[in-house]
Structures are given as C-alpha cells and as structure tokens.
C-alpha cells in the first residue's frame, strides 16, 4: 500500500486548516511534537486508527497514545488523580505520558487501548503539534511515525523515507528538540516508570515526593509495546565500543574517535537530540554494523541506554 501522493505541510495556519480537515475525512497526517514525530489519526474513528496499524506494521496488540492539547480535554477522556494532578502541572505541555483509567464516556475507538481499560495520554508542547490539535478540536492518536520496530523519526525527512507513500500527509515542522519518545508513567495502581524517555525518572520522582515502581522485562505485558527489538537499523548495533572494527562505522559519546558523535562535550541532552537522527546516518551508510560508546546510565542516559538496548537486540 504505496499509492497515495503524501502532501509535506509547512507549519502555519493553512496547513492546520488542511491538516484538520484530512483528519476529519478519517486521513492519516504525520506531525512533529518535540520528543519524536507522530502519526496522527481521529482517535475517534475506527477505520482511521486501523490504518494507523496498517501503515506502520504494527501489532494490533500494542495500545497507542492520544494526544490532547489541554488537562481539561485530557479530563474528559481518563479518570484523573491527585498524582495525575500534581504531574501534569510540573510537566505537561512536555514529554511526559500518564496511563489512567480509560471513562467510559471517552468515545474513543477501541484499537486505540487494544482492548485495556486505561489510556495513555499527552499534551504535548511543540507549538506546531499544539496549534494542529486545537485547529482540530479533537483528541489525536499518534504513534512514532516510523514503520513498526524501526528507528523513531526525527524530522519530516525520517517520516517521508520510513511511510511516504502510505499517508495523507506530514507536516513539516523541522527537528525535533528532545529527540527521544515521551517517558510513560502508570498511575492507575502504584507510580510505576512504564517507559523512560525524554523527561528523566530523576525529575518525576522529586515532583511526585516518592520513588516509582519500574517496570521489568518480567513483567511484559504491563508495557505492551515494550519490546525486546526495536528502534532497529538494517546494521547490526554493538554496544559498549572502545573502537570500530574493520565493516562498521562508530556513534561516539564524549572525547571519542568516531564517525558521528552524539555529544562531543558529553552533554545528555544534545546526544538525545541527536540519538535517531545519528542512527538514521549511520544506517544510511550501507556499513554492516554500528558500534557505540557507552554512554552514561543516569538522566537522559537511561532513556538513550534502552533505545540503544532495543536496537541492538536480537530481532525475530
Ligand atoms: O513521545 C511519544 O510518546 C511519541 C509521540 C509521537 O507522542 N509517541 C510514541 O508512541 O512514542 P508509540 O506508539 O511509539 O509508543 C507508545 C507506547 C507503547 O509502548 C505502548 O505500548 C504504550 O505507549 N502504551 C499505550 N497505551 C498504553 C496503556 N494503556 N498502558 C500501557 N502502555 C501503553
Ligand atoms: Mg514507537
């Protein structure tokens, strides 16, 4: 399914008008928030979130996030909390995902929970992606625009390359600032860290005045889309590297010899930012593997560590 003519959208007023409107008309349109692309869809409309899973490959068991673009929108689709609460007003527009009780009332299709009780919720603060969803008025399912189990995209080039063909359209809206997917917090039970990413586990556990629960590999389904391959370029990854062998090129952190480096002065933020779009370049090569560096496990490290984790993973 590689038929469509895919519209690329500048960021301003006529194109929400018209991004608006294809989602209303049940289209898909890609849009940038600013932790990774997403690929947007009515939330409200069955056919429309089922082409989201056709056009990514995606398992129909794997739940996806809405986007809202205010806690008063976000409200009326969840039961909210006082740790929902206390949350949203420290992080949210941000990278942050809360997973509540799904109300009844929602009106959402049900492939958007795959069938859970709870949903997993947004508002994200890239002014492109909040100036779209209040043009559309309605809340929005979004993946990571990339084809399923591939590296999440970073810019329109990256959505273009990975679903051209395949969606309505996708609004340009330039890089991405974080870099990396909303970190995913549950509080339907005790606080649990379903997902590091962009907002450090360190920040959400000074607002919430307690640690959280994090989520294990022994316990999968609690994630459902957490799996074991994933963000995988077509070159094999191997981690921890001092130095590159003969058939690789090397991703660096630090002080190190290396073909592309996410952050020469080992800053965690900038080698967020520069994570996928680095793996897209170095993929692009044609090399047979990428070797990386390590890469220090505390803040934004720990969501680039189980990115990096995933991409170097066995795959099926
Ligand atoms: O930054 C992000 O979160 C990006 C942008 C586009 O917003 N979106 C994103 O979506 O990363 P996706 O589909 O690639 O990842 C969504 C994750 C999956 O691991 C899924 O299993 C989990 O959220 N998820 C969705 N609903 C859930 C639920 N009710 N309970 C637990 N996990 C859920
Ligand atoms: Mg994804």
Request: charged share 20%; hydrophobic share 45%.
């Amino acid at each position: 399914m590689n038929d469509l003519t895919t519209e690329v959208l500048s960021p301003d007023a006529a194109s929400f008008t018209r991004a608006a409107a294809l989602w209303a008309d049940g289209g898909l349109v890609a849009l940038p928030t600013e932790t990774v692309y997403g690929l947007g869809a009515d939330a409200r409309n069955d056919l429309a979130v089922a082409r989201i899973f056709e056009a990514k490959g995606r398992p129909h068991f794997n739940p996806l996030i809405v986007h809202v673009v205010s806690v008063e929108h976000a409200r009326t689709l969840v039961i909210w909390n006082d740790l929902a609460d206390r949350l949203a007003s420290a992080f949210w527009p941000g990278p942050l995902t809360l997973v509540l009780p799904i109300r009844d009332q929602a009106g959402l299709s049900p492939l958007v929970t795959a069938g859970l009780r709870s949903l997993a919720i947004r508002m994200p603060a890239n002014d492109t992606a909040r100036g779209l969803l209040q043009t559309f008025g309605g809340p929005i399912a979004a993946p990571s625009a990339n084809p399923s189990g591939k590296i999440s995209p970073t810019s329109a080039e990256h959505v273009m390359a990975g679903l051209g063909g395949r969606i309505e359209a996708v609004v340009d809206g330039g890089t991405c600032d974080v870099g990396l997917e909303s970190t995913i917090v549950g509080l339907t039970d005790t606080p649990i860290l379903l997902r590091p990413g962009g907002l450090p586990k360190e920040a959400l556990e000074s607002a919430l005045g307690q640690p959280l629960a994090q989520h294990t590999a022994a316990d999968p389904l609690v994630a459902p889309g957490q799996m074991t391959s994933h963000y995988a370029p077509g070159a094999k990854v191997r981690l921890n590297a001092t130095q590159k062998e003969p058939d690789e090129v090397m991703l660096g952190f630090g002080n190190v010899d290396c073909d592309l480096n996410l952050s020469e002065a080992g800053d965690l933020r900038e080698a967020a930012a520069n994570l996928f779009h680095h793996l897209h370049a170095l993929d692009a090569t044609g090399a047979k593997g990428i070797a990386v560096a390590p890469v220090p496990n505390h803040g934004l490290g720990a969501a680039i560590n189980d990115r990096l984790q995933r991409a170097a993973a066995p795959r099926d």
